[in-house]
């Protein structure tokens, strides 16, 4: 493979192109019109406009791409993650082009793309799941029925996608109808696929996920786990790796788990298998994401394995360069994205200039991001600026140095979530380990951030307190946190 094509923009673009150039392999861009100042398209040895900045018109037209791919004689696509990622059309199309897809085959695409599908096709192997109905609703009173038998709360979800489109909570008998006909409808304008199906709704979950790599010779590792349960709107905003709550045991039961998962729709290349773990730590499958993830650094950082080469090789039809028993959990990763919205007005992007842009460096910081000073934030994508990633010895060493890292970070122009992550890493939930996927909902109010600048430190501290008196927490942070007199450069910039 002399020639990789990514098929995608921004951050997650540079990340494949510069593990592509380490490789010795050329890279192509593909562009928007909204995109043509871009880093990735600098970077690349060639790039090629699609189109208009609509991603239907650009970075969502498969055959536009594949065309480039024979203008340019290219081997190989990598999809990055959205856009195409996951569409299994789109993989056919590109190998009945004669050219290599960096990432599964179509059937085992098709196969975890729906929750149901998967959910039957993992059932033979034991993999634990949550309690429910495992097909479509097609008897509403049954699904009653059912739903009376389990006990509420229960959870109505989507079959297909995901971002938490097509899911509704039911507290009680009298809101299923309801709640039921708002996820179809929900479900039929985001994925085009309204069947739905219903789960036990697990209490205080925590949202952890293996990342799994596997070749095309039979052989499927685990890379350990993620830990993703602090998120807005059903997206993850903060993730850890390895979790502060499982055991080696159960660590390694999941990640034996997610292997099975591998071996039950036949996958090759990485993926995620995705967990929802309860209070007393059992855990149950979600499903499996047939991409490389937003948060792959993290694990990265920890295992010390370079994702996009591993992808690259086994597409090549080399086998895995590493056994299980040669991986090892080196200190602890943190990532926070750092997406261009006000939490201070319910996460709703922030479009704009960077008028100032100044990314943080130092010992174990990492940056990923597609953007430069001066450049807008284009509307018409997903808002997230960069990835900010930090490594420490251990899980305290790598929160106080992302917290550092928050604090030397310069950003200007628009609204940015590195106040609320920084909040959240402060906060006693957090820093003692004691949180789940509710951690928005029960520790966190816009007017936590309404600090200004100038604050002494017990101002400061007091804030942190009354977020933590409200929301019953119970753990004190330890004294390495306490907040400095220090201030953030994107808070003195944001009131500047």
């Known amino acids: 493979m002399k020639k990789i094509l990514v098929a995608n923009r921004g951050e997650i673009a540079l990340r494949v192109m510069r593990t592509c150039r380490e490789m010795g392999i050329k890279t192509v861009a593909v562009y928007s019109t909204a995109d043509r100042n871009s880093p990735h398209v600098k970077y690349a040895d060639e790039a090629v406009c699609l189109g208009g900045p609509a991603s239907a018109d650009s970075y969502l037209n498969k055959q536009k791409i594949i065309d480039a791919c024979k203008m340019l004689g290219v081997d190989g696509i990598h999809p990055g993650y959205g856009f195409l990622s996951e569409n299994a059309e789109f993989c056919r199309m590109v190998t009945n082009a004669g050219i290599t897809f960096i990432g599964p085959s179509p059937e085992a695409m098709e196969i975890m793309g729906s929750k149901l599908a998967a959910k039957a096709a993992v059932k033979t192997y034991n993999i634990p799941l949550v309690p429910g109905l495992d097909v479509a609703i097609t008897d509403v009173e049954a699904a009653k029925k059912l739903s009376d038998e389990i006990g509420y709360p229960i959870l109505i979800k989507a079959s297909a996608g995901g971002g938490g489109k097509g899911m509704r909570v039911v507290e009680e008998p009298g809101q299923f109808e309801e709640q039921m006909n708002l996820a179809v409808s929900e479900a039929k304008s985001a994925f085009g696929d309204g069947a739905v199906f219903i789960e036990k709704y697990v209490l205080s979950p925590r949202h952890i996920e293996i990342q799994v790599m596997a070749d095309k010779h039979g052989n499927s590792v685990y890379l350990f786990e993620r830990d993703c349960s602090v998120q807005r709107r059903h997206q993850k905003v903060v993730e850890e790796a390895p979790s502060a709550v499982l055991t080696p045991e159960i ?126 934030i284009p509307i018409y994508y997903d808002p997230m600026i960069s990835k900010l990633i930090t490594h420490g010895k251990d899980r305290t060493e790598a929160i106080d140095r992302m917290i550092r890292a928050i604090d030397d970070y310069e950003v200007a122009g628009v609204e940015t979530t590195l106040g609320f992550c920084k909040f959240v890493l402060q906060h006693p939930a957090f820093v003692s380990g004691k949180f789940d996927t509710g951690f928005v909902k029960d520790h966190f109010k816009p007017e936590y951030l309404q600090t200004k600048v100038g604050n002494t430190e017990e101002e400061t501290l007091a804030a942190l307190l009354a977020a933590g008196i409200h929301s019953k927490a119970t753990v004190a942070a330890p004294a390495q946190t306490t907040t400095t007199t220090q201030q953030s450069k994107w808070r003195e910039r944001r009131y500047n």
């Open 251 to 376: 660590r390694k039961a999941m990640g034996e788990c997610a292997v099975d998962v591998c071996k039950a729709c036949n996958y090759y290349n990485a993926g995620t298998v995705e967990f929802i773990v309860d209070d007393k730590l059992n855990f149950y499958f979600l499903e499996m994401n047939t991409r490389l993830q937003v948060e792959h650094p993290v694990t990265e950082m920890i295992s010390g394995v370079d994702l996009v080469k591993e992808q690259i090789n086994v597409a090549r039809g080399e086998k895995l360069s590493f056994k299980q028993e040669d991986l090892k959990i080196n200190g602890h990763a943190m990532e926070i994205r750092v997406y261009a919205e006000d939490p201070q007005n319910n996460f709703l992007p922030d479009i704009g200039t960077l008028t100032r842009y100044r990314r943080p460096y130092g010992l174990g910081v990492r940056v990923d991001d597609g953007f430069e000073e001066g450049m807008d």
